[in-house]
């Protein structure tokens, strides 16, 4: 089970971090990914880190602005936010991959967390 948290309400140019945390077992060896939906919207990919060698890879639209990373011993993937949009209002979701590749196609994830909120407005 995946748990996602951090999501909120932030002004524009403002940060936020997201967590994703996994229970009942270990994400050592799988790729974690990030999506995002908007209402109407298909689900967007945002970000994933591979298992193993914790490679890392970004949408356009988010490079330079997010980063990805993973805490082992915590059990837990993070997403830091910075320089924050109004477009990137969303409900953030994270997912796991058990072929520890890493996708951008949301049918490769087979474990979803439940999603949080993120709102960027003034």
């Known amino acids: 089970q995946l748990q996602a948290s951090g999501g909120g309400l932030v002004q524009p140019g403002g940060s936020l971090r997201l967590s994703c945390a996994a229970s009942g077992f270990t994400l050592d060896y799988y790729a974690i990914g990030w999506f995002r939906q908007t209402p109407g919207k298909e689900r967007e990919w945002v970000s994933c880190?591979?298992?193993?060698?914790?490679?890392?890879y970004y949408a356009d639209s988010v490079k330079g602005r997010f980063t990805i990373s993973r805490d082992n011993a915590k059990n837990t993937v993070y997403l830091q936010m910075n320089s924050l949009k109004p477009e990137d209002t969303a409900v953030y979701y994270c997912?796991?991959?058990?072929?520890?590749?890493?996708?951008?196609?949301?049918?490769?994830?087979?474990?979803w967390g439940q999603g949080t909120l993120v709102t960027v407005s003034s």
């Open positions: 880190i591979s298992g193993g060698d914790g490679s890392t």
């Open positions: 997912a796991a991959d058990p072929s520890g590749a890493g996708s951008m196609r949301p049918a490769d994830y087979d474990s």
